[in-house]
Every structure is written in structure tokens, then in C-alpha cells.
Nanobody
Framework: QVQLVESGGGLVQAGGSLRLSCTASGRTISSYYMGWFRQAPGKEREFVATINWSVGSIVYADSVKGRFTISKDNAKNTVYLQMNSPKPGDTAVYSC?????????????????????WGQGTQVTVPS
């Protein structure tokens, strides 16, 4: 089992910055990708970004490209999401998730179904 705990959420003004953290514990060494997703009120959960634990390859959603940066610290089993110039439309609960050994590599990196373990989420609010 893998446990994921997010932190760093809160209220941030548009144009400001905020960094989210996701720390993994448990059987993490075999995970391939750690992703960030978000869900706004009344909307479906959507992909934000993902990073490969080993080689560091990264994919972003078009909506955050150029504003958000995903990074990792393998020694701390932690993945970060640096949110720069957030907009009111970025308001959501942000959750991290990781896949597991045996994941079908043909499944899109942005697909919710790819990820087996999820954190509880952290609220990010960008007031208009």
C-alpha cells in the first residue's frame, strides 16, 4: 500500500504563488508516475501534471503549462507543484496520485484510471 499526504494549500491571490507538496510513504519505490489532479466545485476531476519518479519526464495540462511546475525529491519521497500566476479558474481541491507496478503503459499519463493511490487533497482558492 501507498499513502499520500498533500500539504501547502490555502488562499492565494491571483498572480501570486503557492507550492503544494505530496509526500508518499509505504511501498513507493516501484511507482512509475506521480500526478497532480484537481477538482473544482461542480466539475469533474481533471489532470494537472505528472512526473516520472526515475527519469523525471514530465507532462502538463495545457491549462497550466508555463505557469505551474512539477518537481520531485526522491530522497524525501515528495513531489511538488509550484503554482505561479494562479487564476480564479485554478480554484479547486488538488490531489496527488501515483500508479503502481504492472500499470498498463499504454494508458494515458493524464488518465485518472491510470493512478491507483490517491491522497485526500488540499484546497486551493484563488479569489476573483
Amino acid at each position: 500500500q501507498v499513502q499520500l499526504v498533500e500539504s501547502g494549500g490555502g488562499l492565494v491571490q491571483a498572480g501570486g504563488s503557492l507550492r503544494l507538496s505530496c509526500t508518499a510513504s509505504g511501498r513507493t519505490i516501484s511507482s512509475y508516475y506521480m500526478g497532480w489532479f484537481r477538482q473544482a466545485p461542480g466539475k469533474e476531476r481533471e489532470f494537472v501534471a505528472t512526473i516520472n519518479w526515475s527519469v523525471g519526464s514530465i507532462v502538463y495540462a495545457d491549462s497550466v503549462k508555463g505557469r505551474f511546475t512539477i518537481s520531485k525529491d526522491n530522497a524525501k519521497n515528495t513531489v511538488y507543484l509550484q503554482m505561479n500566476s494562479p487564476k480564479p479558474g485554478d480554484t479547486a481541491v488538488y490531489s496527488c496520485a501515483t500508479d503502481r507496478p504492472g500499470t498498463d503503459r499504454r494508458v494515458s499519463l493524464s488518465a485518472i484510471t491510470r493512478y491507483a493511490y490517491w491522497g485526500q487533497g488540499t484546497q486551493v482558492t484563488v479569489p476573483s
